[in-house]
């Protein structure tokens, strides 16, 4: 996807993405843990700024968002349990449960020091 | 017209439950509170790293941007109305891209040059080097 990214870019044009990555330095058993709950394109064990420079981009730099990462990840968790009614209402009982599955379990990863979020820019040569 | 993989199929069905009708009071306090605005964000990306986006992309008016995989218009239609660039939005689902183009109108000049496109991120249909900016957030990649 970074390939065909830079090659719809016009030379100097600039990419910027936001990432949920997993820490390199995550134990195998957290880094299945992390895939599970994240998906399979989280889970990679190279660097984001060696896939952006492997598809063509130059001048990568990263600003690590972590701890704003988790300030709304559990924003999104402490604030479903204060509408954990409408919330159900809305969405319905499986929905709401998966819902509230996906982002406990990815507050606890981020605490724990195994998820990681990063802003990337680059641009194409 | 390409027929959709199995692949994104799956991703379409994965992720259609987020984006169902018009989101209510608990929806959009939830939403306040985790990114600092209602603005139509699924994800991570706060309000003030969208504002670092701007700047990251050098958007303006007569740039153009993708936002691949824009979800409900989000970040793409908060940038474009933020620094006057034009907006192509990509992503799957067809109820996200519905909601993205209500956001879109909702704005009287954004509507004009803001466009979205049914497409996954791996086969974007697009010309080479027709963009000057592309972002994407919290997509798998």
């Known amino acids: 996807m970074l390939r065909a990214c830079r090659k719809l870019l016009k030379p100097g044009g600039r990419l910027a993405c936001a990432t949920i990555y997993i820490d390199p330095s995550a134990s195998d058993r957290d880094y299945r843990r992390a895939a599970r709950v994240r998906g399979p394109g989280s889970a990679t064990r190279r660097a984001m700024t060696e896939l952006l420079e492997g598809a063509g981009f130059v001048g990568v730099r990263e600003r690590d968002v972590t701890t704003a990462f988790l300030r709304t990840a559990r924003a999104y968790v402490d604030t479903s349990a204060q509408f954990r009614d409408e919330l159900l209402a809305a969405w319905g009982d499986e929905l709401f449960a998966d819902r509230l599955r996906d982002r406990t379990a990815t507050l606890e990863l981020i605490e724990t020091g195994v998820l990681r979020r990063g802003i990337f820019a680059a641009r194409r040569p | ?141």
């Open chain 2, 1 to 141: 017209m390409r027929r959709t993989t199995g692949e994104e199929q799956r991703t379409i069905e994965r992720f259609r439950p987020r984006y169902g009708g018009a989101l209510g009071r608990a929806e959009r306090a939830v939403e306040r509170a985790a990114i600092g605005g209602n603005v139509g964000a699924n994800g991570y990306t706060t309000v003030a790293q969208a504002d670092s986006l701007v700047r990251l992309l050098g958007l303006r008016r007569g740039v153009r941007l993708l936002d691949v995989g824009c979800g409900r218009g989000y970040p793409g239609v908060y940038l474009a109305r933020a620094s006057g660039c034009s907006l192509v939005g990509s992503d799957l689902p067809l109820a996200s891209l519905g909601s993205a183009l209500a956001r879109a109108r909702a704005s009287r000049p954004l509507a004009r040059r803001a466009e979205f496109v049914a497409a996954s991120a791996i086969h974007l249909p697009f010309r080479p080097a027709s963009f000057d900016a592309v972002v994407h957030t919290d997509l798998l990649c």
